[in-house]
């Protein structure tokens, strides 16, 4: 004589739908892992993103920042460049006027 309370679960159908009821929980619970995982690195992702976009805009602004020092020693080369020119068409006029005297 054999009595058991769990002897119908030895019964292949039963065993298998407890399978799939145990294998339903863990597969809630690990697509709850995945999708809080998702979450996570959406999140870090849009970090990333946002600091992107900032070191561009950075980036931008210091190319912009060097263009107008180019320029601006450009303008003073310019200035010294005339300014000397300049100096030696006043000491060649001078030179000249004084031969012409």
């Known amino acids: 004589f054999v009595s058991s309370i769990r002897r119908h679960t030895i019964f292949l159908p039963v065993s298998w739908a407890r399978r799939c009821v145990q294998e339903t929980d863990m597969g809630e619970e690990e697509n709850k892992r995945v999708a809080e995982s998702r979450e996570q ?8 993103e946002e600091e992107f ?49």
């Open 41 to 48: 690195y959406k999140i870090q992702y849009e970090s990333l």
């Open 53 to 101: 976009s900032n070191m561009k805009i950075k980036q931008h602004t210091l190319e912009e920042e060097v263009k107008q020092e180019e320029s601006q020693h450009n303008k003073e080369s310019e200035l010294d460049f005339i300014s000397t020119l300049q100096k030696i068409s006043d000491n060649t006029v001078k030179e000249l006027s004084l031969i012409h005297i």
